[in-house]
């Protein structure tokens, strides 16, 4: 068990690290051919120049204003001067709501932190019951940490009461914070889609589950089926098509490019020499051919590979999946078809708001519609043995960095593990690291489980992974590291007990836990986030890059990578300090201040990065907020229920039983939030819709609405293949919203038989357009 000495070691390891990467990175960002690593935002706003395009060459290197190494730490307010309506326009809705996580972590720990230092932590020193059952029993081990926590109350005291009015209050003091940031994260979202310039999303829906017709092509039938059924509405659409074979060709060249341009730039430095290259297996064995002709060759081939992958997909009525993307002349009129049903039967014609369409994840909108829910189960079963298979390498990490564990495992070691620095350096510091290791790839692993289930859109997907990121958290982080903490003997206590005893084991195992955690919070949340802003890899990836690659400015544009928030790592990740934070304020309130720095400390970094650096995928309008707020619920209801079961082995029965309000005070404080501002982030106000509408139409009443949308929402891959072949991807009447004649004899949805020439509109068509002049 961790003392206050090992902690200390810890903290000391830990600062020092975060202020080496905080030391790094002031001094790296200064330096002119690292400006594209730590300002590349600005750049892709085009208002930051490089400055290795003046000047002597030694400056173009090294900063040689001395003076500006004093002022070293000018980040850090510059980070907090841009006001958050600003912060929006720049960065997104998306990313002043993620930095609004770290300040409901300040806004409800800072207030609890200062109660339970004043009231909780002088209750708990005032006693003697751990030295005075240390003193019965040679086996107890307890530290002055423990002196701090419920530990050291005697069962069946009266001091539980404060206990029990501290859970209380903590727990009313987060329900309130919660719902004021609601309801102003809720005004925000409203206010955004109000005022945000209009985007193809705005104006179209993803329509899924088509049912298939005989007589009439998909886009026939989609264009038939919505001018019946929104005849004053539908604009035009655009079919979807499984173009993951052309997009892996597409990668493929994308990558052949690059070592053709490595190549062709290693040959003019050196033109003396032709670079060759081995075109077996990662280029480690087979034939050495000449480098630049072979990959000229097979890039020449690939070329013509697209272009007739292109022209299948086309023509092939194969290749065109059951869905599309429907895009209506107003607001409005996608409001209304994405939140309504289309028809009798609900499995077909399904609609929903089509994602911004930087948002769409093209490969999965090839899996057929049937596939989902099987897919669903299979990643929900190998979620499952993820997670529990996963406690074995926990425990056993645990095990080890327990001494007695060490000792056991080698012992030869035994003297060396106890000098002094070795031993703190061992239990304040290696768990916490170990654990970190052991997670560093779990995030990409999670977001390949999601790609498999099949969402369509990238923040869905990072929603997903973040859902099961924090389900991992909380199952082996946080349960794990306590009921393994210190053998498998306690797992298979835990194993074989039954249910109904599982909060009281927890509970127990809670308090001596605690100094783990702090640990654990220092890796990760000190050093880890100051890590983050030195931002080492990408710095690394982008020397090598303009090195070996770059010949142009363009070049230097694409090796420049800005990355963004990876909110399916990140988010989770908050969380666990939400729920370490709620479960330990009335048990060990020490550990509050370490939670309140990362927080702090997170804030001004993250705030940094989203300002200068990261460049944001996709624009989901806080659409992660509902979810954000679910999870510091269960946090809530996790801290009460094992607060219950800890107190129900310290013999308070007097206090014990008024806990239990408090998860049901709650459940129902969630369903409240929920039916009163969920819906903000689920569905758009038709009367926000038809306002928009009005003014656009106002302000605009020649706007060209069917040239805006008529590419917006074609397949990234058709276009990079048109970049190298002047043949268009699709003829203009595939993007045409010019209704054919029908193949049938009948139609059932249909009120009158559809007959159209090709050279005009239908009917209801024209009826529709002389209904809006």
């Given amino acids: 068990m961790a003392t206050l000495t090992d902690i200390g070691v810890a903290a000391a390891i830990n600062i020092l690290s975060a202020f080496g990467f905080l030391l790094a990175f002031a001094i790296l960002r200064l330096q002119p051919f690292n400006d594209r690593v730590y300002f590349p935002k600005w750049y892709l706003k085009g208002v930051r120049s490089s400055p290795l395009n003046s000047g002597a060459f030694i400056k173009k290197i090294v900063n040689l204003d001395f003076r500006s190494y004093l002022r070293f730490l000018d980040w850090m307010p510059a980070a907090l001067k841009m006001p958050e309506p600003e912060l929006i326009d720049h960065a997104g809705l998306d990313s002043a709501v993620y930095l609004r996580i770290y300040l409901l972590g300040l806004k409800v720990f800072i207030p609890i932190t200062c109660l339970a230092f004043a009231v909780l932590v002088p209750v708990n020193w005032t006693n003697n019951t751990l030295e005075l059952d240390a003193s019965k029993s040679s086996k107890l081990v307890f530290s002055e940490i423990d002196k701090l926590s419920i530990s050291n109350i005697p069962k069946g005291s009266n001091k539980f009461w404060t206990h029990l009015v501290m859970a209380y209050t903590f727990t009313f003091w987060t329900c309130y914070v919660l719902l004021r940031e609601y309801k102003v994260i809720a005004s925000m979202r409203l206010h955004f889609l109000a005022s945000e310039k209009r985007r193809p999303d705005q104006f179209t829906v993803l329509v899924k589950n088509v049912p298939p017709d005989p007589d009439e092509s998909m886009s026939e039938l989609v264009e ?44 003019e430095r050196n033109s003396s020499t032709r670079p060759t290259c081995k075109i077996g297996f990662l280029g480690l064995f087979g034939k050495k051919v000449d480098a630049i002709e072979y990959y000229s060759t097979e890039i020449g081939k690939l070329s013509k590979e697209e272009v007739e992958e292109r022209d299948r997909i086309q023509k092939d009525t194969k290749s065109i999946i059951p869905a599309a993307f429907v895009s209506f002349r107003t607001r409005w009129g996608a409001a209304v078809c994405a939140q309504t049903q289309q028809t009798r039967n609900p499995t077909i014609w399904l609609t929903e708001w089509s994602p911004e369409p930087r948002d769409v994840y093209w490969q999965n909108l090839a899996i057929p519609f049937v596939q989902l829910t099987v897919r669903r189960l299979i990643i929900a079963v190998a979620f499952f043995f993820l997670t529990f ?105 835990f194993i074989h007990q039954s249910v109904n005893q599982f909060p009281k084991t927890i509970g127990i195992a809670i308090p001596q836990k605690a100094t783990f955690f702090i640990t654990y919070v220092m890796v990760d949340g000190w050093a880890g986030v100051a890590g983050e802003i030195l931002r080492l890899k990408p710095l690394i990836i982008y020397h090598i890059k303009n090195f070996f690659f770059v010949k142009t400015e363009k070049d230097r544009e694409a090796a420049m990578d800005p990355g963004s928030i990876e909110f399916a790592s990140s988010e989770p990740q908050i969380q666990l300090y939400f729920l370490l934070g709620l479960v330990y304020a009335v048990v060990t309130p020490f550990l509050l201040p370490y939670i309140i720095i990362f927080f702090g400390l997170a804030y001004l970094v993250f705030r940094h990065q989203i300002i200068n650096v990261y460049n944001q995928e996709y624009e989901s309008a806080a659409s992660f907020w509902p979810s954000v707020h679910v999870r510091v619920i269960t946090a809530m209801i996790i801290a009460q229920v094992l607060l219950l079961g800890l107190m129900s082995t310290k013999s308070a029965a007097n206090s014990t039983p008024f806990l239990i309000a408090l998860p049901v005070l709650t459940i129902w404080f969630h369903k409240f939030c929920k039916s009163r501002y969920e819906s903000a982030f689920r569905k758009y106000p038709l009367q926000e819709a038809m306002m928009k509408d009005t003014l656009e139409r106002a302000r605009e009443p020649n706007l060209d609405l069917k040239g805006y949308l008529l590419n917006a929402y074609v397949n990234p891959v058709f276009k990079e293949v048109d970049d190298h072949d002047d043949v268009s991807a699709f003829d203009e009447l595939e993007f045409e919203a010019v209704l054919v004649p029908t193949k049938r004899s009948s139609r059932k949805n249909t009120p009158v038989p559809s007959k159209y020439t090709s050279g005009s509109l239908s009917p209801l068509h024209d009826a529709a357009l002389e209904q809006q002049l």
């Fill in 224 to 267: 038939h089926f919505f001018l019946v059924n929104h005849p004053d509405n539908y604009l035009t659409h655009q079919v979807v098509y499984d173009a993951n074979k052309l997009a892996k060709m597409v990668k493929k060249k994308k990558n052949m490019l690059n070592w053709l341009d490595f190549y062709q730039l290693k040959f």
């Fill in 389 to 493: 298979f996963f406690m074995i390498p926990i425990a056993f990490v645990q095990s080890l960095a327990n001494l007695d564990g060490i000792e056991k495992a080698v012992p030869f070691l035994k003297h060396l593990i106890e000098k002094k620095f070795i031993k703190s350096f061992i239990q304040g510091f290696l768990p916490g690291i170990a654990l970190k290791i052991f997670l560093i790839f779990l995030p990409s692993i999670l977001m390949l489980m999601s790609k498999f289930e099949g969402s369509i859109s990238l923040s869905s997907l990072e929603r997903r992974a973040a859902s099961k990121y924090y389900l991992f958290l909380l199952v082996n982080v946080f349960l794990g590291s306590i009921i393994t903490g210190t053998a498998f003997q306690q797992l298979n206590t």
